[in-house]
């Protein structure tokens, strides 16, 4: 009844929209043949730093759209994952969990391995990539490592997104949206060109998504999502040689979180809690909030002989995510993290004319951002019962029994941290400053052999992070040891119960800093201006930092320590002074108590720090236009070498997810993708990806060697197949045309863990859209998951226990859009 209900005010005014609405020539791609029309011919984006269309370097790439973006449901870089070959962006969490996984590497925390540019400015926080897509052009994603030019963290790749120029379009675009599962999103943008030297844009959007899972603990959706933000940009024509482009948003995000369902032990024990088994049971509340504003001026000026761009970006960051640490209804331990950056950018690049001979690209770059970020841990009621047991237990066994004659006691070890909450503080400070020079020359018609060129670059890349932590706790345990006579059943107090202040405070500062020289090298053939085959050698590298999730689990320790010293300075010179002790039991427990209470200096950088990540990748490809144009195919194959791999997990004590350097892996894989039009109505869109990611040098232990394990969260293989019919009306018809689009995107099978003992076998969702057109004027409704497929979008294992987030079920929704 509900997804009824939801549909029906959008249903009622759909014929209105779409019969009063002028004609719109948006994206309209005249099809009086069956030639495939090449994206870049249709949206044309100017880019600093290439010459040539996508198809014409040796690139693997795919483009997409506006009308692609709407077509198949692209709604933030999440939906991209499946319609490009060897991309796996699994959508679960929140925004701030933006994980991209191309060709056998990716990352869930910290640095990512593809690279985020909007409209030429770098995105350097992975915390923002997800964003909102209602003022979007044009997306290029290019997979194979793209340092030379891009440097830091585009070892998998790059991601390019272009909104909407004023200059190409005009009047005032309205979109509304409905769908099940209580999903409402409305946006209005208005493009005015004032001149032919100024144009602007402004526009803002709001979406409310009512949740697909519900906390079992309390009843509600819990992955509810309310975002509003908006858009400004201004282009200015100086002179006529002469560029410059403005642009600023701002986004708000409010989810909640998180729909991890608990699935069972990963040890082989006896299941203890089936109560919430299969089941999402949280009992602290969960989300995350973000504000997120960025802003970007592009320069650029064209010489007789070069060209001349400028690229200044800014970017604010405050969130906040805060998480049952748990993830059950038992109150243990709930983690907050909030973040506060600050990132400014400036790129200068020079690069020839198109068309000549020698083509170059050379510039220089840098970025400054300070991040503070706080991460407490907070035991509460059941965390600190759990913690007092795991000290008791861990005390008592080393309790002996002692005999004399008929009389024997038991000593009792105990000891409890006192209130219902432990705070576990954490203040951190992560500046990274980065600079880098580079230059790339293309040669064409090499050795005077037309068609032949050879492209060689070098990037220097410099990088230096700190860290500076301020972390610790403060509290109160009673601690007392007690032993029982037998046969007498007396209680003695050799220790009698007392208070002791446990506290410690981490502070300090630590740097760090690293050269990275990133080459390429390609040797191109270009058969004419459509077909073309390359083979690419290329270096990579995705940047080092520091865990600060790894303070906590550095301070339980510590924490344990500290207990056990104020045990032994009570406990030793009572030992000492019971005579009936024998004295070999007094030295062993004395020994026991001595070791246990014995502060192990820590190393703080070698224990957070974690490499820099960097690969090799050896590819060759083809870019072919076949059949009189009526066939577009993209195919590459490729081997990469991985050092220093980046691996996420989780710390021993489960609080907190870390990154550890791997060790090597290799991937070694094909990709192929199509764009056919069969008929002037009738069209197809394809890809295929395989990928064979194992590690080759991983080994923790004899009981943790990984060699030849599946890289975890690297599909196998990864497909889509899509059509679209256009069924055109005849002139004066209430519609111009109705368009059907369907597609169905696969991955697997993906393996979670480094163990490979959890996985999720290969899958696929079916997806489609009906389009109603007439005019400026759009009423589509769609369906996402249409079989409704069951399937883990996301797993992990900590604690002894496992947990997976399902893909979202079958939602069926309607989009309304006009322009005035």
């Known amino acids: 009844m509900k997804r009824r209900t939801v549909l029906t005010p959008l249903v009622a005014v759909a014929a209105t929209v779409a019969a009063a609405s002028p004609a719109d020539t948006e994206h309209v791609i005249p099809k009086d043949t069956t030639k495939v029309i090449d994206i870049e011919e249709v949206v044309v984006i100017a880019t600093p730093k290439e010459n040539n269309r996508l198809r014409q370097q040796a690139v693997s790439a795919t483009s997409f759209s506006q009308n692609d973006l709407r077509k198949n449901s692209v709604t933030s870089v999440k939906s991209l994952s499946g319609l490009v070959p060897n991309l796996f962006i699994p959508d679960y969490g929140s925004k701030l969990t933006t994980s991209m996984y191309v060709r056998g590497i990716g990352s869930r925390i910290n640095t990512p391995a593809v690279g985020l540019y909007v409209d030429n400015i770098p995105f350097i926080d992975k915390s923002a990539f997800d964003f909102n897509y209602s003022?979007?052009?044009?997306?290029?994603?290019?997979?194979g490592p793209q340092g030379t030019l891009y440097g830091r963290n585009t070892?998998?790749?790059?991601?390019?997104?272009?909104?909407?120029?004023?200059?190409?379009?005009?009047?005032?675009?309205?979109?509304?949206?409905a769908a099940t599962y209580n999903n409402y999103k409305a946006s209005v943008t208005h493009y005015h060109r004032i001149s032919s030297q100024f144009a602007f844009s402004a526009g803002a959007f709001y979406e409310h998504k009512g949740g697909f899972f519900k906390n079992q603990f309390n009843g509600k959706r819990i992955d509810v999502d309310d975002e509003f933000g908006g858009r400004i940009r201004a282009i200015y024509l100086p002179t006529e040689n002469s560029k410059l482009d403005f642009t600023?948003?701002?986004?708000?995000?409010?989810?909640?979180?998180?729909?991890?369902?608990?699935?069972?032990?990963?040890?082989?024990?006896?299941?203890?809690?089936?109560d919430y088994l299969n089941k999402i049971d949280y009992n602290n509340e969960c989300g995350y909030k973000r504000n997120l504003l960025n802003a970007g001026l592009n320069f650029e000026h064209q010489a007789d002989n070069f060209i001349l761009s400028s690229v200044t970006g800014f970017q604010y960051l405050y969130d906040q995510m805060d998480l049952d640490q748990d993830f059950t209804?038992?109150?243990?331990?709930?983690?907050?993290?909030?973040?506060?950056?600050?990132?400014?950018?400036?790129?200068?690049?020079?690069?020839?004319?198109?068309?000549?001979?020698w083509q170059w690209t050379t510039g220089v770059s840098g970025f400054y951002q300070a991040l503070h970020t706080k991460g407490p841990v907070t035991f509460r009621k059941d965390g600190i019962a759990w913690l007092n047991s795991t000290i008791n237990t861990y005390g008592n066994q080393y309790m002996p029994t002692i005999s004399q004659g008929a009389m024997n006691m038991t000593m009792t070890f105990s000891d409890e941290i006192q209130g219902d909450e432990l705070y576990i503080g954490g203040d951190f400070d992560t500046p990274i400053l980065n600079g880098a020079i580079f230059h790339q020359s293309t040669f064409n018609d090499l050795f005077g052999l037309e068609g032949l060129s050879f492209t060689a670059g070098l990037r220097l890349d410099y990088e230096k992070l700190k860290l500076k932590y301020n972390t610790g706790y403060d509290f109160v345990h009673t601690y007392g040891l007690s032993g029982v006579l037998t046969p007498m059943n007396i209680t003695v107090d050799m220790v009698p119960k007392a208070d002791y202040q446990a506290s410690k405070e981490y502070t300090g500062e630590i740097s760090h800093d690293y050269l990275q020289l990133l080459p390429k090298f390609s040797l191109q053939y270009n058969f004419d201006t459509q077909n073309n085959i390359y083979a690419t050698v290329s270096k990579g590298y995705r940047s080092g930092g520091y865990n600060i999730?790894?303070?906590?689990?550095?301070?339980?320790?510590?924490?344990?320590?500290?207990i056990m010293k104020d045990v032994a300075n009570a406990t030793i010179p009572v030992v000492n002074n019971v005579p009936m002790i024998p004295q070999d039991t007094k030295d062993k427990i004395v020994g026991i108590l001595q070791q246990m209470s014995t502060e192990t200096a820590t190393d703080v950088k070698a224990t957070t720090l974690y490499k820099p990540e960097y690969s090799w990748n050896y590819e060759i490809g083809s870019h072919l236009t076949l059949f009189d144009n009526r066939l577009q195919l993209d195919v590459a194959a490729f081997y990469m070498d991985t050092h220093n791999q980046q691996i996420s997990r989780f710390v021993n004590s489960g609080l907190g997810r870390i990154t550890v350097n791997a060790g090597k892996s290799r991937s070694l894989g094909a990709e192929a993708a199509f764009r056919t039009q069969i008929t002037d109505a009738f069209s197809l869109n394809g890809n295929y990806g395989y990928t064979y990611a194992t590690f080759t040098d991983y080994v923790l232990s004899d009981a943790e060697n990984y060699n030849g394990n599946y890289v975890p969260f690297v599909p196998k293989h990864t497909f889509t197949v899509g059509g679209q019919y256009i069924f055109a009306l005849k002139s004066g018809a209430f519609l111009d045309n109705i368009t059907v689009n369907a597609n169905y995107k696969a991955a697997g099978r993906i393996y979670w863990t480094e163990k490979n003992d959890a996985s999720q076998a290969l899958y696929g969702t079916l997806n489609g859209r009906i389009d109603f057109n007439k005019g400026?004027?759009?009423?589509?409704?769609?369906?996402?998951?249409?079989?409704?497929?069951?399937?883990?979008?996301f797993y992990f294992q900590t604690m002894n226990r496992g947990f997976a987030q399902y893909g979202r079920p079958l939602q069926i929704g309607i989009d309304l859009r006009c322009r005035f």
């Open 155 to 177: 070892m998998g790749g790059l991601i390019r997104i272009f909104t909407k120029s004023p200059f190409s379009y005009q009047g005032t675009d309205l979109r509304l949206g």
């Open 248 to 274: 600023l948003n701002y986004e708000y995000t409010n989810q909640g979180g998180y729909p991890y369902t608990y699935v069972g032990r990963t040890d082989g024990k006896t299941e203890d809690r089936a």
């Open 776 to 793: 400026n004027g759009q009423v589509a409704l769609w369906i996402n998951n249409a079989l409704d497929k069951k399937y883990e979008a």
């Open 329 to 357: 209804s038992q109150d243990l331990y709930t983690m907050m993290q909030k973040q506060n950056a600050k990132t400014i950018s400036e790129e200068l690049v020079l690069k020839s004319k198109p068309g000549k001979r």
């Open 549 to 562: 999730q790894m303070f906590s689990d550095v301070l339980q320790k510590d924490m344990q320590t500290s």
């Open 135 to 143: 003022d979007i052009e044009r997306i290029d994603v290019m997979r």
